[in-house]
């Protein structure tokens, strides 16, 4: 969410999009009425899955552990003990075990939790032709989202908001898109970024059972729930960003002061980055000269685009600008005219450093892995090494090390992130942020754009540092969705 997110988020910012993959069935009008009861009834008697499918990989070859007895059985229901480690080998309709072929679907069944690619996870392992799918029941697929997607240490009730739109969020995705996707979610920024049983606390488990079964719903079916790191003062309409009108999705100043880390930043990309992402946008005016904001909305967000070339003019929206370009350095389309003091070097070239060296196949812990997560929604890397990373896993430790130098701090257990513990005070929304002065052209200096921004993340739904603040002033979980989800309910599938 976030939303990246993300989500991304972000992820660093979630792309959020749940409007994908929609399936047209031609039916005989005569089977239409039971259709739409079949429908009703699933939308509006709780009838919502209760296993998630989570999409773990796409590698032909996976190797796959367990602290207990694993069991493969494929789709002839043949079995074979795997023991606690296997290797499994896809290659067209089935997968090899060691000498053994097997039938694909298949699937892989523990005694304890089964393991993959250094991570735990509870329920089961789905093997097809294209993916790794962690089955798993939704309660417990949301203990392994909040201690990854937010603070395990916040407020107990923005753990609880968290909690039901996450849970809103993947059920949203397995009703539209399993069919078509072959699966709900994946375990990164482009859904939730969701850790398995390793990441799990007390706290955060806790808001899960305290919510047990509650979903966000609007007008009877469930709702469209993203999140963002932060808003920056306030929250950005949905049809801004994707396009699709949704009124319990517009835009919300933020009612209350907070202590987030991206209140304001700098992000200065090269014009070859620019030009490049309008290639990709399919938008040729010749060489960039400066980027003209031609809408914003309420809240100053940059709505869409005019791109002044030696060739000529085009139009696009922000957001599709933003995520073409590198939505983890260009944080959100709050821009402004504001020079951040803490940037007044932005013209100095940022250091480069090389791939780190990979690490022995030593399994990071779960706290190492949150805290590398964290530094992947802080912009600690840049989009190229957060591609090395997934490109090469066994390189994710030695990137937690350059995290850290970075950053100058040190790693620090799950339970205690450097985050503030805060008490906030309701106080008008003017006192956020200081008046923000919204930019209206960003000329190409020295073979560089430079943008001054507000917030990180596509900015709809619930911003994630906005809900922790209201929390801390003695909002409910309730509240705070009314807030940011207005006209909506939460409602117990169970």
């Known amino acids: 969410m976030y939303l990246r997110s993300n989500t991304l988020k972000n992820c660093g910012t979630r792309l959020h999009a749940s409007f994908k993959g929609l399936v047209v069935l031609k039916i005989p009008f005569s089977q239409l009425f039971f259709l739409s009861l079949l429908l009703s009834f699933a939308f509006t008697s709780g009838a919502w899955a209760r296993d998630v499918y989570v999409r773990l990989s796409d590698r032909p070859s996976v190797t796959i ?13 043949m079995q074979l003990n795997l023991g606690r480690s296997a290797v499994l080998t896809r290659s067209g309709a089935y997968v090899t075990v ?8 298949v699937r892989i069944t523990s005694t304890g939790l089964l393991g993959f690619n250094n991570r735990r996870y509870r329920g089961r392992f789905l093997l097809t032709r294209q993916f790794l799918i962690n089955v798993v029941n939704v309660e417990d697929y949301v203990k392994g989202v909040l201690p990854v997607e937010g603070f395990p240490n916040w407020p107990m009730e923005y753990q609880k908001a968290q909690a039901i739109i996450s849970r809103t969020f993947v059920l949203r ?12 979610v994946s375990d990164t920024t482009s859904h939730q970024v969701y850790g398995g049983a390793g990441v799990e606390t007390a706290k955060t488990n806790e808001a899960v059972r305290a919510t047990a079964g509650e979903v966000l719903v609007y007008g009877g079916s469930l709702a469209f729930t993203p999140f963002h790191s932060y808003s920056g003062g306030h929250t950005a309409n949905n049809a801004h960003v994707w396009g699709s009108q949704l009124s319990y999705l517009r ?8 202590q987030s880390p991206h209140s304001s930043w700098t992000a200065r990309v090269p014009a070859s980055q620019v030009q490049s992402a309008l290639s990709r946008m399919d938008i040729n005016v010749g060489r960039v000269r400066e980027i003209r904001v031609s809408e914003a909305d309420a809240g100053g967000r940059a709505i869409t685009l005019t791109f002044v070339g030696n060739n000529g003019t085009a139009s ?10 590198d939505s983890s350095s260009l944080r959100s389309t709050l821009w402004t005219r504001d020079v951040p003091a803490a940037h007044a070097s932005i013209l100095t070239p940022p250091p480069q450093h090389s791939p780190p060296t990979p690490t022995p196949n030593v399994p990071m812990t779960a706290e190492q892995e949150m805290r590398l997560t964290r530094m992947t929604r802080d912009g600690v890397f840049t989009a190229a090494e957060l591609m090395d990373m997934l490109m090469n896993p066994e390189r994710r430790r030695g990137y937690l090390y350059v995290g850290v130098q970075r950053s100058e701090v040190e790693p620090r257990p799950a339970e205690t992130p450097r985050m503030p513990q805060v008490n906030l005070p309701q106080i008008p929304p003017s006192a956020n942020v200081s008046p923000l002065r919204p930019i209206e052209v960003i000329p190409e200096q020295n073979g560089y754009f430079v943008f001054y921004g507000r917030g990180w993340g596509h900015g709809v739904g619930m911003s994630q540092w906005g809900a922790m603040a209201k929390a801390s002033a003695g909002w409910t979980a309730e509240r705070i969705l009314q807030h940011y989800f207005p006209g909506t309910t939460i409602k117990r599938f169970q």
Do not use: C
Request: charged share 20%; proline share 2%.
């Open 65 to 77: 552990t367990s602290d207990g007895s694993m069991t493969l059985t494929d789709a002839r229901n």
């Open 98 to 105: 060691g000498h053994n072929s097997f039938q694909l679907p």
């Open 173 to 184: 995705h397995s009703v539209l898109g399993r069919a078509s996707r072959g699966y709900d």
């Open 251 to 258: 835009g919300v100043r933020e009612a209350m002061v907070t």
């Open 316 to 325: 696009a929206r922000a957001s599709r600008f933003r995520s073409n370009v």
